[in-house]
């Protein structure tokens, strides 16, 4: 079973059946709670992880508390590699969002399968590139988008096809999505609040649902 989780992620899809054995051995299955962090901003990057099942979130925050998520990742993500690679200290925290299920592999084990294998240094370098390029974009919206506008792009991303609608079932409360977005929580319940009014999204129990295309401004 590990071995077919571990064959799944884009980052090992290189590695042959015997590779894919010898690490499914190595790497440790441990379960974090909700609201567990399970690396944090500043520590040393000792270990890298794999989401089996559940959810995490990476976010920085500062020393008076405030936070800024850069992500939500699930089943399949890798997280803690670029300190594993780097040698320096962690530069995100990494906080599970529910019950979720890791695989741990420490830097030791790491650095022996890159040296074995040529083609998983090639797909390190890919998912790096890909992580660079995404916090590029990232911080282009920051800088240059509206809140209106990063709010919706964030929605759309969500969002996913379900007979013909389009549907956000991930809980993104609208605390979350300030810190995603970079905004205060009131500003995000005010167009989401005006979404709503305005015949965009439908809240439903569990979900929600975007009725038709949102307005490119605000």
Known sequence: MTIDILRQVTL??????????????LARPITAQRGEIIISQGSV??????VIGGRVRVYVSDKD???MVLALEGPSAVFGEIAVLDGAVRSASIAAMEQTELLK????????LLERNTELNRSVIQSLAGRIRKLTQGAQGLALDSVYRRLTARLQECAVEENGEWVITERLTH?????????????????MSDLV????????????????KLPADY
């Not at 990057?45 to 794999?50: H, I």
């Not at 009014?197 to 038709?212: C, D, L, M």
Request: charged share 25%; glycine share 10%; hydrophobic share 45%.
């Open 12 to 25: 090992f899809s290189t590695l042959g059946d015997n590779e894919l054995q010898a690490l499914a051995v």
């Open 45 to 50: 990057g000792d270990a890298l992880y794999v």
């Open 65 to 67: 508390g405030k936070e």
């Open 105 to 112: 592999i420490s830097a030791d084990d790491f650095f022996a």
């Open 175 to 191: 605390q979350l999505l300030a810190d995603m977005i970079g905004c205060s929580r009131e500003m995000v319940s005010r167009i």
């Open 197 to 212: 009014k305005g015949g965009y999204i439908r809240i439903e129990p569990g979900r929600w649902v975007i009725e038709r």
